[in-house]
């Protein structure tokens, strides 16, 4: 869909163009209509000064009395020529020089008003009547040149073009302006929402006009209908996990003090096994319970009290974490699935390492995780991924870490890849976590 600034500005172009347009031609209508009045009425005033110069002579005939004529019908190509048809004689004006105007054969009393090509390229507005004096017909064309009229229309059409064109740029910038102002709440609004997805705010601020705060209101009560929902799906899972662990210890420890053995052995490893799922589950009930909109996360300050936990968890190893953080690495995400996400890999490398465990995290969120333990095969590399695989099925610590890892990593787009570490011999990790 267009952009609803693009579409508004461009209904006020066409509607502008439209209406300006439209007036622009009835002015010039009307100025050309004035115009031809105009010289239609002085068309008028000469053709009665040529009737009224017409006398009868001693024949009984009407004649030119050309000596009273006005000067301007003297003048060759003046622009101001008549000529005047009779039953017995044609009169032409001087002006007209050796060239001649046609007289159409009208009826007593009909009148013609057009325009004619005359001479040098003029173009004449011809008045034509028919009259009567003394009883004799007369047929009397008078013309004027229109072109100064015309090519003064022509300037005033480009006037008015330039001047409409002005006054429709000038409200398009009006309108633009005034869009651009009415827009600015739904822009805010925008730029909150960004700001959500980037952990920055909560929830959209509701002082906004009344036309955009139903809208605003209802994406608020969706996010808090989100975040309610996966908070009490998290907290039914945990609760569901909680709850079967203190019959499962009991069947357990009731198994365990049992004298039959294969029975007791069986029991205890369904126990087991149960609990383990059930630890497994509840780890992904809180990945799953993310919150539909991010927090910024500052890696540096989430590690420094995750390594601080481990080396208390390990200190009979005394293990060394170094931490090569850039400035302002943050990621904007759920802090509780980072936690997660760092805590098993951490936990991981301290069950392998000798001493030292070396992380370093880029600006761009490229993160590095290696130990000076003994590594591990290419064939193992291939299964720590997999579910219920552990690097050492007789070690402590959690049976799918590294699977809920793997979990986490497709949950937050980010991306994960396991193998040696040359710089300390250990086991080598590479993940790299998704930029906003």
Not at 30 to 39: A, Q
Request: aromatic share 6%.
């Amino acid at each position: 869909m267009s952009s609803l600034k693009a579409r508004l500005n461009f209904g006020v172009f066409f509607v502008s163009l439209l209406f300006f347009s439209t007036l622009m031609a009835v002015n010039i209508f009307l100025f050309n209509r004035f115009g031809e009045s105009f010289v239609e009425t002085r068309l008028q005033h000469d053709t009665d000064a040529l009737l009224a110069n017409l006398s009868l002579d001693e024949n009984g005939k009407l004649s030119l009395d050309e000596v009273s004529l006005n000067p301007i019908f003297l003048q060759p190509f003046s622009g101001y020529y008549f000529i005047i048809e009779m039953d017995h004689r044609t009169y032409l004006s001087r002006s007209l020089w050796d060239q001649n105007l046609s007289v159409s054969k009208l009826q007593l009393g009909e009148k013609i008003l057009q325009e004619v090509e005359g001479p040098v390229e003029q173009t004449l507005l011809t008045l034509e009547g028919a009259y009567q004096k003394d009883g004799q017909l007369i047929r009397i064309a008078v013309a004027e040149d229109y072109t100064p009229i015309g090519e003064n229309l022509q300037s005033l059409t480009i006037a008015l073009a330039l001047l409409n064109g002005g006054i429709v740029l000038f409200l398009m910038l009006i309108q633009r302006f005034i869009v651009t102002r009415g827009m600015e709440p739904l822009q805010k609004t925008t730029e909150e929402l960004s700001a959500i997805g980037a952990g920055d705010k909560d929830f959209l601020n509701e002082k906004v006009p009344e036309e955009v705060l139903p809208l605003v209101k209802e994406i608020n009560k969706l996010m808090v209908m989100v975040d309610n929902r996966i908070k009490r799906s998290t907290t039914a899972l945990g609760n569901l996990a909680h709850a079967l662990k203190t019959p499962l210890a009991l069947i357990e420890q009731s198994a365990s003090g049992d004298k039959v053995g294969s029975a007791s052995k069986d029991i205890i490893t369904a126990a087991k096994q149960i609990k383990h799922q059930l630890d497994s589950e509840l780890k992904r009930a809180r990945i799953i319970g993310s919150t539909g909109h991010g927090q910024k996360i500052d890696l540096e300050a989430m590690l420094e009290p995750l390594t601080d936990t481990l080396k208390k968890i390990y200190q009979d190893k005394e293990v060394n974490f170094i931490l090569d953080v850039a400035p302002h690495a943050t990621y904007v995400g759920d802090k509780h699935d980072m936690m997660e996400l760092f805590g098993n890999l951490l936990d991981n490398a301290c069950k392998w390492a000798k001493a030292t465990i070396h992380i370093s995290i880029t600006k761009d969120l490229f993160v590095i995780i290696e130990d000076d333990g003994p590594g591990i095969s290419k064939e193992k590399l291939e299964q720590i991924e997999k579910r219920g695989i552990r690097l050492d099925e007789a070690g402590e610590g959690h049976g799918l870490g590294l699977s809920i890892v793997r979990e986490i990593v497709d949950l937050t787009g980010a991306d994960i890849s396991y193998g040696a570490s040359e710089n300390y011999g250990g086991l080598k990790i590479s993940l790299k976590l998704k930029v906003s």
